[in-house]
């Protein structure tokens, strides 16, 4: 800390562990208040290293480039309240001791970003830097400072310190997710008219230090000059290139919601005249599923809670990374009162894996994009049931509202409903553990298989909020809706009626019998029903091992293998 002001390194690291001690241990541990270490799903032992030492960890589930590692370092570091934010890599080849002038020039509120230059102490070649890297640097450096009308010795560096007021105040999330975002950020803030100051800081080159290859390199330069020129256009006002929004040191507001990402959102925003807008609302919590194990119970009983809002409509599932999308979102949360905490529920929301995007081939996590979005903060919810019973009820929910055919076995209803794979916890648990502190999660089993009291009150004192005797009499109505159904030995039987019956079992064989004067149809046969016990029961025991691990084992849970 400096003058009050708290300090907060941050480490984006890849492959990371020879080097990452040594960093570590030569910073200035009586200035740092904080060190975060952003793991961009190294294969070797970079976060075991990290947490040996203590070092506060996120990992990505899959690697998401140097840009989006950057990313969640700055939105992690401004949710714990950072003042002042360096980032040092872990690979050694900046000195770390710097970091102290770094942060006090940053202080002193002259700067409100710092880079360490390897150039200002005209030993950059001494030191390794290769000679096309050290031509490249001068020649790039020339061409920026000419388009954005500065005179840094060099944009290439990544030892840098930054005020939260210019990383509240970037709209760094429209960034590159790849090395270029380093050269986007600094371009931004110098349009937007944030002074930026130097310092010479001594480099090394050997093996283990991070270093980008030549073809990589010839793309960065392509970058840089791209960059440079988009942002020649809008400091002359010539066009409004959307990586450099309307923004100014002094009149920071006139970015649009949908131009912001949460952790920029949940900011107080300040009018051009100093005045404050009224906060963006931004739940605190969220109901993440599993479908079929009482969300919609849960989310009725919050929603008579005096001190909670939550919106009269769940399962409403939108696409965080889009910003029409996300400011609809935060739009339902907009009725909310002053002394009220707000959450959503979407019982899908639990099953992290959604096939790949069509846009960029990867694989979509909710997990990453919530995680990245709303933040590491909020609280998270998850109710489950014994997962082969979730399968079977989430199967009737389908064939009762028509969204699949009688004639379609719940085996090969997987494939397109994900109904077998939503009840895989141990996986998708997993994945939101990557993204969330355990101790931000909340596993509750449904109330069809606990006192949904006890349930209730769980939730409200992870919640913080105090019971009142009309929400603990609501907990009574266990809202669990779905097809009337049968479990016999040979399988679950359903009443004919209840099928539509244009389009039952045109391919499938079963069975019928009258019970009751009603005739019932054998929808599932015990061979599928132990089947999908079979299938389920490995990530079953490493769900078990998971709550054990983590201290939130349920007695509900241990029945279900």
């Known amino acids: 800390m400096i003058n009050g002001k708290k300090v907060m390194v941050v480490m984006p690291a890849y492959h990371a562990e020879q080097t990452l001690e040594a960093t570590y241990r030569a910073l200035p541990h009586d200035v740092v208040d904080h060190v975060l270490l952003v793991d961009d799903a190294s294969s070797d032992n970079t976060v075991a290293v990290a947490k040996s030492l203590g070092i506060d960890v996120i990992t990505h589930a899959r690697n998401r480039g140097y840009g989006a590692n950057q990313k969640t370092c700055y939105r992690a570091a401004l949710d714990k309240g950072a003042d002042i934010i360096v980032m040092v890599h872990p690979d050694y080849q900046y000195e770390p001791r710097l970091a102290t002038a770094m942060a006090a020039m940053i202080e002193s509120e002259v700067y409100d970003l710092v880079i360490g230059s390897r150039i200002l102490g005209g030993k950059a070649r001494q030191s390794g830097m290769p000679w096309w890297k050290y031509v490249a640097n001068r020649a790039l450096t020339a061409f920026e400072n000419l388009m954005l009308g500065a005179k840094l010795s060099e944009y290439h560096s990544g030892y840098r310190a930054y005020s939260a007021d210019l990383l509240q105040n970037i709209p760094f999330e429209n960034n590159s997710d790849d090395f270029i975002f380093d050269n986007q950020l600094l371009a ?69 919601v949908t131009d912001q990402r949460p952790t920029k959102i949940t900011q107080q925003l300040k009018t051009k005249n100093g005045h404050n807008k009224d906060q963006i609302n931004v739940p605190s919590f969220l109901i993440i599923g599993a479908q079929k194990s009482g969300t919609s119970w849960l989310h009725h009983t919050l929603r008579q809670h005096p001190s909670i809002y939550l919106p009269k409509d769940k399962d409403w599932e939108p696409d965080f990374l889009k910003p029409d999308d996300f400011q609809k979102f935060l739009q339902r949360f907009s009725q909310r009162r002053s002394r009220q905490i707000s959450g959503d529920a979407c019982a899908a929301w639990f099953w992290t894996e959604r096939g790949a995007d069509p846009a960029t081939g990867q694989h979509r996590n909710v997990a990453d994009d919530i995680a990245n979005t709303l933040g590491q903060g909020i609280k998270l919810i998850v109710l489950l049931r014994n997962p082969v019973q979730r399968a079977i009820s989430a199967y009737l929910h389908h064939l009762k509202h028509k969204t699949l055919s009688p004639d379609t076995s719940i085996i090969d209803a997987d494939s397109n409903l994900g109904i077998i794979t939503l009840s895989q916890y141990g996986f998708h648990l997993e994945n939101w553990l990557k993204c969330y502190s355990a101790d931000n999660i909340l596993l509750l089993p449904s109330p069809a298989e606990a006192n949904p009291e006890d349930i209730f009150s769980q939730a409200i004192n992870f919640l913080g909020v105090p019971p009142t005797p009309e929400s603990v009499e609501d907990t009574k109505k266990v809202i669990m809706p779905g097809m009337q159904k049968l479990q016999l030995s040979d399988g679950v039987w359903v009443p004919e009626e209840s099928l539509e019956s244009s389009k039952r079992f045109a391919n499938r064989e079963t069975k019928t019998q009258t019970i009751n004067d009603k005739k019932f149809v054998r929808i599932i046969s015990q061979d599928e029903i132990d089947a999908i016990q079979r299938h389920l029961e490995l990530d079953t025991r490493k ?8 201290k939130k084992m349920h007695p509900a849970f241990s029945g279900w293998l």
């Open 188 to 256: 931004q803030a110098i349009v937007a008219g944030f002074p930026v100051g130097e310092i010479s800081v001594p480099t090394k080159y050997f093996p283990e230090a991070s270093s980008i290859n030549l073809p990589r390199s010839i793309k960065y330069g392509f970058g840089v000059l791209g960059t440079a020129c988009l942002g020649f256009l809008a400091r002359t006002k010539l066009t409004k290139p959307n990586l450099f929004p309307t923004l100014s040191k002094n009149s920071k507001t006139t970015l649009e």
């Open 543 to 550: 769900f078990l091992n998971l709550v054990k691990k983590y």
